[in-house]
């Protein structure tokens, strides 16, 4: 199975996509990047993700509560979420 890294970013346009793509290119699907889809907060489900390069969380408080989810879950979050308490 295929390691997955997420990016979390907001309105930029080429380094998030630039990133990606190299990192699919060099991983050749044994790690696998993509952006992080948010969608309805389940508290008891881990994230698809086994890293998640964060890149928004600084302008967005959601976004840390996310992630701080996320790393109690067992999910490497770069860019500390706990930072901010």
Request: net charge positive; glycine share 8%; hydrophobic share 40%.
């Amino acid at each position: 199975m295929a390691k997955r890294i997420g990016l979390l970013f907001g309105m930029e346009r080429s380094f998030p996509g630039a990133l990606a793509e190299e990192v699919n290119r060099i991983g050749a699907g044994k790690v696998v990047c993509e952006p992080v889809s948010i969608g309805a907060s389940i508290q008891d489900k881990r994230p698809p993700y086994d890293v998640i390069l964060d890149r928004i969380s600084h302008e967005v408080p959601f976004y840390r509560t996310f992630l701080k989810q996320c790393a109690f879950q067992g999910v490497q979050v770069v860019n500390n979420p706990f930072w901010f308490s």
